[in-house]
T-cell receptor
Framework: DAGVIQSPRHEVTEMGQEVTLRCKPI?????LFWYRQTMMRGLELLIY????????DSGMPEDRFSAKMPNASFSTLKIQPSEPRDSAVYFC???????????FGDGTRLSIL | QQQVKQSPQSLIVQKGGISIINCAYE??????FPWYQQFPGKGPALLIA?????SEKKEGRFTISFNKSAKQFSLHIMDSQPGDSATYFC??????????FGTGTRLKVLA
C-alpha cells in the first residue's frame, strides 16, 4: 500500500516567494492533517480536514498560510509571501477515524533564504 | 493544560539495555496515547498506542506503561538495538483527532 505522499521533498526559495506544498493521503482516509516541525517548537498541528472540509485551522500561524483540499486525494499548503522564519519540515498525515493512528508522509524540508 | 511533557530530551543506552522514556499530562480528557518513532529524513511512524482503560500494552520489545492516577505514561524498549536509534515522540488526544505531541527524545543505542 502506498503511504502518504508529499512533494516536493525539499524546497529552497527566496523570501517573498510563494511556496506550495502538496500531499496525497492514503486512499480511504478521510482525515488529513498538516504539521510543522522545528527544533524550537517541535511538532505543531497547523490544520486538519475531514471529508475535504477544514475543521480546525487554529494552528495556522498567519494569514500568509492557507490550505486547501479540493478532493479526497489531494491537499495543498501554501505560504505567500514566504519568510525565513517559515523554514521548517512540513508533514502531512492522514487517518481513517477518531483516535485512529495518523500516518505521516516523509515531509517537505522548506528553506526560505 | 494541553501540554504533554516528555523526558529525557536525549538518552544513550548500551546495546541490550532497557530504554525508558517518560511522558506526563494534565488534561484528564485525553483518551488516546500513541508513541511515534522518527528516523532522520523520515516522517514519524506509529510504534504503539494505548488507551486509559489498560495499564500496560506490549508489542514485541516495546511496552507502554500507563498510570492514570499519576497522569503519566512511559515507553520501555527492551533489549535495545542500534537500529532503535531514533527520535521518539509521545502524544495524547481527546478524541478530537488533534494530537498534542511531546517534545521528543533522541535515543542513541551504542553497539
Amino acid at each position: 500500500d502506498a503511504g502518504v505522499i508529499q512533494s516536493p521533498r525539499h524546497e529552497v526559495t527566496e523570501m517573498g516567494q510563494e511556496v506550495t506544498l502538496r500531499c496525497k493521503p492514503i486512499s480511504g482516509h478521510d482525515y488529513l492533517f498538516w504539521y510543522r516541525q522545528t527544533m524550537m517548537r517541535g511538532l505543531e498541528l497547523l490544520i486538519y480536514f475531514n471529508n475535504n472540509v477544514p475543521i480546525d485551522d487554529s494552528g495556522m500561524p498567519e494569514d500568509r498560510f492557507s490550505a486547501k483540499m479540493p478532493n479526497a486525494s489531494f491537499s495543498t499548503l501554501k505560504i505567500q509571501p514566504s519568510e525565513p522564519r517559515d523554514s521548517a519540515v512540513y508533514f502531512c498525515a492522514s487517518s481513517w477515524g477518531a483516535n485512529q493512528p495518523q500516518h505521516f508522509g516523509d515531509g517537505t524540508r522548506l528553506s526560505i533564504l | 493544560q494541553q501540554q504533554v511533557k516528555q523526558s529525557p530530551q536525549s538518552l544513550i543506552v548500551q546495546k541490550g539495555g532497557i530504554s525508558i522514556i517518560n511522558c506526563a499530562y494534565e488534561n484528564t480528557a485525553f483518551d488516546y496515547f500513541p508513541w511515534y518513532q522518527q528516523f532522520p529524513g523520515k516522517g514519524p511512524a506509529l510504534l504503539i498506542a494505548i488507551r486509559p482503560d489498560v495499564s500496560e500494552k506490549k508489542e514485541g520489545r516495546f511496552t507502554i506503561s500507563f498510570n492514570k492516577s499519576a497522569k503519566q505514561f512511559s515507553l520501555h524498549i527492551m533489549d535495545s538495538q542500534p537500529g532503535d536509534s531514533a527520535t521518539y515522540f509521545c502524544a495524547a488526544s481527546t478524541g478530537t483527532y488533534k494530537y498534542i505531541f511531546g517534545t521528543g527524545t533522541r535515543l542513541k543505542v551504542l553497539a
